[in-house]
């Protein structure tokens, strides 16, 4: 089974609205954290935001906001007011359990395209 | 500050021959980690070196080798090229190794072609 599903392969927003970003995941240990990385065209990943597995309130860095969903298994990317350099594959990743180390396991990810 | 840097950026080889790449960590970033992202999917973790130590391995062949430096820059080895390892090889740092909100700064990465 995947560990992380991101099931949009590629998505439209218009310039300042909102958009979701979706991510399930899939594991069996209680610790874990569930990162959001934007990777535009020069190849670089970027964090964005980052979630533990025991944290109650769901992580906010600016437009990024991250919908926990712990019972569910999802953890939602939320860009607030998109702006063109929004624009970018976005990878939601996992690490999973307290001796992973700096293992992510990443997810397929999803195209976001900012029209103006 | 400089972040994160790889060498080369892009490269082309041929079947069979051997392949050297290298990273550059964040100044006292102790911890590199090395990831393959094939075009079209997400990255996938090769290795992981801290204090000169392996912490951790993916699921590669053997043809693939890594070692850090006291300096904590590191090289990626592949050895035997095969058309499959054309990819984007991302390096990444970090201050330490381990659970929690331990985030991994990555690099540009190295674009390898092997025809």
């Known amino acids: 089974a995947q560990k992380i599903t991101q099931t949009q392969p590629g998505m439209f927003v218009q310039e300042k609205e909102a958009v979701t970003l979706d991510c399930t995941y899939d594991t069996s240990d209680q610790s874990y954290g569930l990162f959001w990385y934007k990777q535009p065209s020069s190849g670089e990943m970027i964090f964005l935001i980052y979630q533990g597995s025991y944290d109650e309130q769901n992580a906010t860095e600016g437009r990024y906001s991250l919908n926990f969903q712990k019972a569910r298994k999802s953890a939602n990317l939320v860009i607030s007011a998109s702006q063109l350099g929004d624009s970018a594959m976005y990878f939601c990743a996992m690490r999973e359990g307290s001796a992973a180390g700096n293992k992510l396991t990443f997810g397929g990810g999803t195209r976001v395209l900012v029209k103006p | 500050d400089a972040g994160v840097t790889q060498s080369p950026t892009h490269l082309i080889k041929t079947r069979g021959q051997q392949v050297t790449l290298r990273c550059s960590p964040i100044?006292?970033?102790?911890?590199v980690s090395w990831y393959q992202q094939v075009l079209g999917q997400g990255p996938q973790f090769i290795f992981q070196?801290?204090?000169?130590?392996?912490?951790g391995r993916g699921n590669f062949p053997d043809r693939f080798s890594a070692r850090q430096f006291p300096n904590y820059s590191s090289e990626l080895n592949v050895n035997a090229l095969l058309l499959g390892d054309s990819a984007l090889y991302l390096c990444?740092?970090?201050?330490?190794?381990?659970?929690?909100?331990?985030?991994?700064?990555f690099g540009a990465g190295s674009r390898l072609t092997v025809l």
């Open positions: 990444a740092s970090s201050l330490r190794t381990g659970s929690g909100a331990n985030v991994l700064t």
């Open positions: 100044s006292g970033h102790k911890s």
């Open positions: 070196y801290y204090e000169k130590e392996e912490r």
